[in-house]
């Protein structure tokens, strides 16, 4: 199993650089299927790397979700039809000190000032196993790579569909795994909720209506209205019957 996910920053070698075209040896995962999905974070080049291809000349992530920053957008300004230079400061230096950067990066049009954003910091990273001529080359492009917009700054979103998977018996680990669970799992559904394309190959079923609720619409807070992605009620199926062997989440 190809041991890549979605986000995650991948060192390309060379020799399959120079067999695709001549692509930068950074590259972020947009998507896994029978084929790895690219996206050049400065340019927004895209390309695929097939199943057999990728087990040739095989390639690992440097960096992965647990290494994203979180970033406050300051102004967007765009530097052609594609490219945006981005203004940012680390969420955690706002009001603290008056370091910001400016950004190159193909997601400046889905930004704007006050936006959050996660972000691969290679100042403060560690790239094993990718520190050669192909980095040096570019270190002044290689500071901050965007990699998405930051919905996850609503906690409890209320949302009106669920998914069902089967349970799973619990192991001395699980307690202390939990959190850990819990945060891979609200990733999964903003994902889901960001990208139609996952969705068409998972089944996600209609909240069942509460109580106060009975005809089971979905409930939607005012200052939600407009501000995050969500699923569409046609895309959710109408019935859920569960077995004793299956949970929701």
């Known amino acids: 199993m190809c041991p890549l996910s979605k986000d995650d920053l991948v060192y390309l070698p060379k020799n399959i650089r120079v067999k695709l ?3 930068p040896a950074l590259m972020l995962v947009a998507k896994v299927t029978t084929a790895v999905h690219l996206v050049d974070p400065y340019t927004g080049r895209t390309t695929e790397v097939q199943g057999t291809e990728y087990w040739k000349y095989p390639f690992n992530a ?4 647990k290494h994203l920053t979180e970033y ?3 102004n ?3 530097e052609n039809g594609k490219i945006w230079n981005v203004e940012m400061a680390r969420s955690i230096d706002l009001g603290v000190n008056d370091d910001r950067t400016i ?3 193909h997601l400046g049009a889905n930004l704007k000032s006050g936006d ?3 972000c691969y910091d290679l100042t403060r990273l560690n790239l094993s196993g990718a520190n050669d ?3 040096e080359a570019h270190s002044a492009d290689l500071d901050i790579i965007i990699v998405k917009r930051d919905w996850e700054s609503k906690k409890n979103k209320k949302r009106n569909w669920v998914l069902k998977r089967l349970k799973k018996e619990k192991g001395e680990d699980d307690e202390t795994d939990e959190a850990k669970e819990d945060a891979d799992m609200e990733d999964f559904k903003r994902d889901l909720e960001t990208n139609p394309d996952m969705r068409r190959e998972m089944n996600l079923y209609k909240k069942q209506a509460a109580k106060n609720n009975p005809a089971g619409l979905a409930v939607i807070e005012e ?3 407009g501000s995050e992605p969500d699923v569409d009620l046609a895309e959710l199926l109408d019935e859920m019957t569960l077995h004793e062997n299956e949970e929701t989440f």
């Not at 440097?62 to 979700?65: I, L």
Request: net charge negative; glycine share 8%.
């Open 21 to 23: 075209g001549g692509l």
């Open 76 to 78: 967007v300004e765009p």
């Open 223 to 225: 200052d939600d209205l």
């Open 103 to 105: 950004v190159r990066s």
């Open 116 to 118: 959050l954003c996660r």
């Open 62 to 65: 440097v960096c992965s979700r």
């Open 72 to 74: 406050t957008v300051l």
């Open 133 to 135: 001529e192909a980095l």
